[in-house]
């Protein structure tokens, strides 16, 4: 189905020079995409557009454990009235489907996670045909990924990251030239100081960096106290430290794993509410995807002019690392 909007905040627009004229958005939900081999379920996803435009960027977003294509609405809608077409997939550990612990397809959630992204991206022109006038509207040439939290592993494998196995060896390459850059939410750290549960449980969560070398901006909160490492809100930062460049590194004064509220406002998730943190979080990957899926373009002179903001600002919320 589709479901039109207009959004009131009048800051969303797909011109950035044009700060008075709300962007209507168009959301169809769900589109569903033939499951692969293995999965056992039809792949649904949400996508959300500006009504206008041509040559639109896309993001692909993965959600956090247990969420689906629902969820992230402060993220996904204010992309996509800012001129982004956004896709949802519903993962496989989505409480939506109700998927047991026990079920065979557990311990492969996490690669079929990432087989979720690469098959949507396989599949744009019928993502964008499901959405009433979107078709042909894409530019192919301007992908970026994003994610939090479980959502954020899956997307960094599409950049360049790696799971190390039991011996410490990089397993597959499962990065994706398609894709240009990244955004990553509360991603977490090394697989060094996890805790006995997650040893046991979550054996993927043993990530190397060293070969991530898409653009990425890696937003962390300096209170995200996670259960499965021993290390403190610093875990939080070794995608950004064990990397290379082009990185940033937005680092939230107060803010806990939902980092403000980004899957959503008076969600049980959201420990931390805070508009202004979101509201930072909006504009910075914004300004940061509008940058880097078009180098030396007029986002780049965005990007410099909110990064300037957030360093002279009396009260900062939080701050601001590039390399």
């Not at 079929?112 to 045909?129: S, W």
């Not at 060896?169 to 750290?189: I, K, N």
């Not at 969560?205 to 962390?220: C, E, G, Q, W």
């Not at 986002?299 to 600002?313: H, S, Y």
């Amino acid at each position: 189905m589709s479901d039109p909007n207009t959004p009131t905040d009048p800051t969303n627009t797909t011109d950035p020079s044009n700060a008075t004229a709300p962007t209507t958005v168009v959301s169809a939900k769900p589109v569903v995409l033939a499951a692969p081999g293995g999965r056992g379920a039809d792949l649904q996803v949400r996508v959300s557009a500006p009504a206008t435009g041509t040559d639109l960027p896309v993001v692909v977003f993965s959600h956090g454990f247990g969420w689906s294509m629902n969820g992230y609405a402060p993220l996904a809608d204010h992309w996509a009235a800012q001129g982004f077409v956004v896709v949802q997939p519903t993962h496989l550990d989505s409480r939506t489907l109700g998927i047991p612990a026990e079920d065979p397809r557990t311990p492969r959630i996490w690669r079929f996670r990432v087989e979720d992204i690469t098959q949507v991206l396989d599949a744009l022109d019928v993502v964008a045909a499901a959405v009433p006038g979107l078709a042909g509207r894409l530019d192919r040439g301007r992908i970026a990924v994003a994610g939090h939290s479980w959502g954020a592993q899956t997307v960094s494998t599409l950049l360049g990251a790696r799971v190390l196995d039991a011996d410490g060896v990089p397993g597959e390459d499962l990065s994706d030239p398609r894709v240009t850059a990244g955004v990553l939410l509360a991603l977490t750290g090394l697989g060094d100081d996890l805790t006995p549960f997650a040893v046991e449980h979550l054996p993927f969560m043993r990530p190397s960096f060293d070969t991530m070398t898409a653009p990425a901006l890696i937003v962390a909160g300096d209170r995200d106290q996670s259960h499965l490492s021993t290390r403190g809100p610093d875990w939080f930062t070794d995608p950004y430290t064990y990397s290379p460049g082009p990185k940033h590194l937005l680092t939230l004064f107060g803010a806990e794993h939902s980092l403000g509220g980004i899957p959503g406002y008076e969600v049980a998730e959201t420990t931390d509410e805070s508009p202004a943190r979101v509201a930072l979080v909006q504009k910075l990957s914004t300004a940061f995807l509008r940058d880097a899926l078009s180098p030396g373009g007029a986002g780049a002179a965005e990007w410099k002019t909110a990064a300037a903001a957030l360093e002279g600002a009396a009260e900062p919320l939080g701050t601001l690392r590039s390399k």
